[in-house]
């Protein structure tokens, strides 16, 4: 808004605004709704003598300003505009038009006078409201004549002021202000609301509207030459040629700078042009005040233009896009690039009509998903044999070279990018679906998940429109990522991401594409399959230049090599440097290069015959072991945990290493004080893998698991035949923490927000004594926990609130049952029903179960024994949370597997989950190991040990195809 104004304008502004502060006017009164006005209020609102005292005795000041105020001359006369605005909620007494004719009356008086006019309205819990108009030349005898004029219950006043430097009431005013000062048009805010308006209105009526876009040429140069003062003339004629080349339902605009607009209703695009040309036709006629260049010339833009502009944004930002996010070879700041976004949005907006599928700004939309439907591989998209010796990559040649005889194939080695392999379709140039790989023959559809991933192009460049073909990549969380989103989860007492790859493949899953935005994944693509229309090339390096021609990112670190020693030692040249990549990699992955001999080579059931993939061996550094501190768990289990000197692993500083327990070390040896050897493999927390016992020197100290809980005092035993030792004291803190923490984890309750610090501070401050105590907290409790506002206590109850209707399978996991996993909570939930039969169920019962064995039979009924969880379920039910499975057990009519049992192995057409969910939708259910109770094992493509033990159990089985056909071939309704 500021830029509208010129710096005269301003400085003449300021004055008048910061004179409102002065101590006798008044000013902006303030007062609680319903208290006695206070005496200087009382003083303003009703002694207008007081104020034409002053006046008089202003007059001088005034006079000697007066040559001064006409070089700062500026007319606001527009800013009255606001005063109803300002208004409307202070009284409904008053009527606009009472308004308008009491301030006509007053500034009719005063033509030329500086003044400000003063408005009061009884019981106005905001005090006075004050609105500005300038001009020169007091004439004292007009405003002594001047009389009080009362509205409604209020009154307006006059006062002329002093001149000096406060902003504070001006900046008020001008945030409302629609009106640009120096050309007296609309100005941008106007429009931009104006145009949506009459956009609408357009679109109910039917009726045409045009928008006639002006620019004067060459002002910034001249300006800058010339003065401001010189530019703001010109700008004031220009905005007066156009209001009068306009009519008077037309909306003229000063949008900004030197640029004007013109807002047609009911006019088609010729009658747009001809007040175009008008107005070109009078500036260039006018005599300006142009120092340099030709008279200004006015351009048109018409709708056509509009459009046009869209695509050279749309073009403009996928080419930034591809510079900053595929070649990493930025040519525009962030700020510059923001622009061009907001550019295209704001036109979007006023023309939702022009927006594409493949615009930037719709790269993040759509409603959250609660289930993602089966993408199906047209090519099966199989994994990789690995490989971890430079033997074994020894024998993948001569396998090679056996099958093709003695010619010795080209082979193209690639980073193998430590992420989630993806498959994406285009038709039309345009991205239609994607993926991900699944079992190979479908994964999941993930489309919308995927477009937010700014490396991947939501349409290809010239080169590829009007084909057909798919790409496979790797989606993947560079380093920087990974980093910043475990600092907002630590941030958020949540738990860390294990390793980038996880933190990948968990975002991928995510139901809300704005929250995958968040996470800032990107994408390498190393496969291209041509389809309809489409080129194809003999050799997949070809392939991979084309999809970089297209647009896509394609990693710059690929090496065509001939023979297996090449090979190796480009392996091993990536395996030193892996560390200074910004991504993780895990190996590398080496590919016949010929398509025709991949295409002979052919493949077995699950991978290429011509790939292979070589796995770096896990990484590992040596350091000096401090201490072993011994953690608690949720079940009292006690964990030994190596403090280190910090060493540089895998890309991060590690100052801690987990060993196990306190046979793991006693066999390697461990003691405080050691040189250990260190291993990472994916995890958070590296295991220490051996000792350096050729640097000992004799003052290392064995470690000795403690007698007594290091955090509660509690009793610590070990059970025979078990590795772990336990704190039997079922109060300990560190116990209920953790213990809370998984009640309210994802795959219990999932109370969102319940992060281990909240868990640490509600236990600290005693608001919670057990998981059911969560139920009785409130807004009130929490608010005053640290980091906690009032939105985040609300949202966190809610949370709460909203948990007590979960699923009864979900309470059963929640409760930590020791054994008792997700899938043995579905179990026991089906059967059972409710938690009171299964409270009720002895140990023998419970193992009659399907899949629940003595072990696990036992920890259940011995769980139901301890009075405390039984105190704990009573308060549950009190709380109002789901204690049973109220849907109703008698099977549909027509249900054709009601009663069996299905037990999956080896690698079949369809996902595992829906191959499940057509057994349970015809009354059927799946269990994980085959026994006398199963009724079938569906045999697929390289099958386990289950068809072995289903064959010895005289158990019968049968192919994909027989299930099918018991089955039903559609997919359950809802898929």
Not at 204 to 219: A, K, T
Not at 523 to 549: C, I, K, M, N, S
Not at 645 to 672: F, Q, S, W, Y
């Amino acid at each position: 808004m500021e830029s509208l104004f010129s710096t005269s304008t301003l400085s003449v502004m300021a004055a008048i605004a910061a004179s409102l502060l002065a101590g006798y006017l008044v000013g902006r009164v303030r007062r609680r709704p319903g208290s006695a006005p206070s005496r200087r209020a009382e003083s303003g609102q009703v002694d207008l003598q007081r104020s034409m005292e002053h006046l008089q005795k202003s007059f001088k000041d005034l006079a000697a300003e007066a040559e001064t105020a006409r070089r700062e001359r500026a007319e606001m006369s527009r800013v009255l505009a606001v005063l109803p605005d300002l208004l409307r909620n202070l009284t409904s007494s008053v009527t606009l038009k009472d308004i308008h004719m009491a301030i006509v009356t007053i500034v009719r008086s005063l033509t030329d006078a500086r003044l400000v006019l003063f408005y009061s309205a009884q019981g106005s819990a905001q005090g006075d409201i004050l609105i500005l108009r300038t001009a020169i030349g007091l004439n004292a005898e007009a405003a002594r004549d001047i009389k009080e004029v009362r509205i409604g219950e209020g009154r307006i006043g006059t006062a002329a002021l002093k001149r000096i430097t406060n902003h504070q009431l001006f900046q008020e005013v001008k945030l409302h202000a629609d009106v640009d000062m120096q050309t007296r048009l609309y100005n941008a805010t106007y429009f931009r609301k104006y145009l949506e308006t009459e956009i609408n209105k357009a679109r109910r009526l039917h009726r045409p509207l045009s928008l006639v876009w002006l620019d004067i040429d060459h002002f910034r140069s001249y300006n800058e030459t010339s003065g401001h003062e010189a530019g703001d003339e010109v700008l004031r004629i220009v905005g007066r040629l156009v209001k009068d080349s306009t009519r008077a339902v037309d909306i003229p605009c000063r949008v900004g700078g030197q640029a004007f607009s013109v807002i047609l209703p009911e006019t088609a695009r010729e009658g747009a042009a001809r007040v175009a040309e008008t107005v070109r036709g009078k500036v260039e006629a006018h005599e300006m005040p142009l120092a340099v260049n030709q008279p200004g010339r006015v351009r048109l833009m018409a709708r056509e233009d509009i459009g046009r502009k869209a695509r050279r944004l749309r073009e403009a930002i996928r080419r930034h896009d591809r510079k900053y996010y595929v070649e990493d070879a930025p040519e525009i700041s962030d700020a510059e690039y923001d622009a061009l976004v907001d550019e295209l949005k704001a036109i979007e907006k006023a023309h939702p009509e022009l927006v594409t599928p493949d615009s930037p700004t719709q790269r993040v939309g759509g409603e959250p998903t609660k289930v993602f439907p089966p993408f199906r591989h047209a090519v099966p998209m199989l994994s990789l044999d690995n490989t971890y010796s430079k033997e074994e990559l020894t024998l993948f040649h001569d396998r090679v070279a056996r099958f093709l005889g003695a010619e010795v194939p080209e082979y193209v080695v690639e980073l193998k990018i430590d992420g989630v392999a993806v498959a994406l379709r285009y038709e039309g140039g345009m991205l239609r679906v994607g993926g991900t790989r699944g079992n190979g023959e479908a994964g999941d559809e993930i489309t919308a998940n995927l477009r937010t991933i700014r490396s991947i192009p939501l349409s290809v460049k010239a080169e590829g429109e009007g084909l057909a073909f798919e790409v496979r990549g790797e989606v993947f969380m560079p380093r920087k990522a990974f980093d910043r989103a475990n600092e907002e989860r630590e941030d958020a007492g949540e738990p860390l991401f294990a390793n980038p790859r996880n933190a990948c493949s968990g975002s991928l899953k995510l139901q809300d594409p704005r929250d995958v935005a968040g996470r800032r994944l990107d994408a390498f693509f190393y496969a291209y399959l041509p389809g309809r229309g489409a080129p194809a090339f003999p050799t997949h390096a070809q392939g991979l230049d084309f999809l970089g021609t297209l647009g896509f990112k394609v990693n710059p670190n690929i090496r065509v090599c001939r023979g297996v020693e090449e090979i190796i030692r480009v392996c091993d040249s990536w395996e030193e440097r892996r560390d200074a990549l910004p991504y993780e990699i895990d190996g590398m992955v080496i590919k016949v290069n010929d398509v025709s001999l991949q295409e002979r080579l052919g493949a077995t059931g699950k991978s290429p015959r011509w790939a292979i993939s070589y796995k770096f061996p896990a990484k590992q550094a040596t350091t000096k072991l401090l201490s072993i501190e011994v953690q608690v768990g949720r079940t009292g289990t006690l964990t030994p945990v190596a403090h280190l000197e910090p060493v540089p692993l895998g890309g991060v500083t590690v100052k801690r290493a987990t060993l196990h327990n306190e046979d793991e070390i006693r066999r390697k040896d461990v003691r405080v004080g050691d040189r250990v050897i260190l291993e990472r493999g994916g995890e958070v927390i590296p295991k220490v893998v051996g000792v350096v016992t050729s640097v000992r020197t004799g003052h290392e100290k064995r470690f000795e698991m403690p007698k007594d809980c290091p955090v509660c005092g509690g009793r610590v035993v070990r059970e025979e035949g078990e590795a772990a030792s336990r704190c039997t004291n079922v109060s300990c803190p560190a116990q209920l923490k953790r213990t809370i923490e998984y009640f309210g984890g994802r795959s219990a309750m999932d109370i969102e927000n319940l992060g281990p610090a909240i868990v640490a501070q509600i236990l600290t401050k005693g608001l919670v004594k057990d998981a059911a105590d969560l139920y009785a907290l409130t807004e009130e409790k929490v608010v005053s926990l640290e980091r906690m506002g009032e939105k985040s206590a609300r949202n966190l109850i809610a949370a709460i609130e909203g948990s007590k209707d979960r699923p009864l399978s979900r309470l059963v996991f929640a409760l930590g049952i020791r054994h008792v996993g997700v899938r043995t909570a579905e179990i026991l939930a089906d059967r059972f029903r409710s938690i009171d039969a299964l409270r009720r169920a002895g140990a023998e019962e419970l193992e009659s179960v399907e899949e629940i064995g003595p072990i696990v039979a036992q920890a259940i009924a011995d769980h139901f024994r301890e009075p405390r969880n039984v105190k704990v379920l009573e308060k549950l039910e009190r709380a109002g949370v789901r204690m049973k499975d109220e849907r109703k057990l008698a099977p549909r009519s027509g249900q054709t597997l009601a009663g069996k049992t299905f037990v999956f192995t080896g690698t079949i057409s369809i996902p595992r989950e829906e191959a499940a969910a057509m057994v349970k939708s015809e009354g059927g259910k799946v269990t994980d190991s085959v026994s006398k109770k199963t009724d079938y094992v569906v045999v697929g493509e390289d099958p386990g040990s289950k068809a072995d033990k289903a064959r010895a159990l005289g158990v019968k089985t049968i192919d994909e195809k027989e299930f099918r056909r018991l089955a039903g071939s559609q997919p359950p309704a809802g898929r």
